[in-house]
C-alpha cells in the first residue's frame, strides 16, 4: 500500500489542523493505521493508532484530549484532527500502516509509512 499524507502547515500556538493520509489499494481497511511524528533532532514517536474498523484508539499521553484520529475506509483515508496546538507540537507527521496488532506504539511494527507532512506551530 502507497500511503500520502497531507495537510500540513504553518499555525499560531492554539489553532487546529487536520491532516489526512490517503492509501491506495484495496485492502486499506485491513490495516491498523497510526500516525508519528518526528522533531528535529529527535527521534520519530508514536502519535496516534486506529484498529482496522475505527472502533478503538490509542494516543500518547503528550496529545490525549487534544487530537482524534478517525478513519473512513470507503474512502481509503486516516484522519489527524489537532487541536489546542503547542509549539512542542511542531514536527513533520507520517502516517503508517500496519498488519499487526502488535506494539503498535513502535515504528518498528509498521510496514508501510508515508513521505510525512510538517506541522509547525508558532508561539
Known amino acids: 500500500v502507497q500511503l500520502q499524507a497531507s495537510g500540513g502547515g504553518l499555525v499560531q500556538a492554539g489553532g487546529s489542523l487536520r491532516l489526512s493520509c490517503a492509501a491506495s489499494?484495496?485492502?486499506?481497511?485491513?490495516?491498523?493505521m497510526g500516525w508519528f511524528r518526528q522533531a528535529p533532532g529527535k527521534e520519530r514517536e508514536f502519535v496516534a493508532a486506529?484498529?482496522?474498523?475505527?472502533?478503538?484508539?490509542f494516543y500518547a499521553d503528550s496529545v490525549k484530549g487534544r487530537f482524534a484520529i478517525s478513519r473512513d475506509n470507503a474512502a481509503n483515508t486516516v484522519y489527524l484532527q489537532m487541536s489546542t496546538l503547542k509549539p512542542e507540537d511542531t514536527a513533520v507527521y507520517y502516517c503508517?500502516?500496519?498488519?499487526?496488532?502488535?506494539?503498535?506504539?513502535?515504528?518498528?511494527?509498521?510496514?508501510?509509512w508515508g513521505q510525512g507532512t510538517l506541522v509547525t506551530v508558532s508561539s
Open positions: 486506529i484498529s482496522r474498523s475505527g472502533g478503538v484508539t
Open positions: 503508517a500502516a500496519s498488519r499487526s496488532d502488535n506494539d503498535f506504539r513502535a515504528s518498528r511494527t509498521y510496514d508501510y
Open positions: 489499494g484495496r485492502t486499506f481497511s485491513s490495516y491498523l
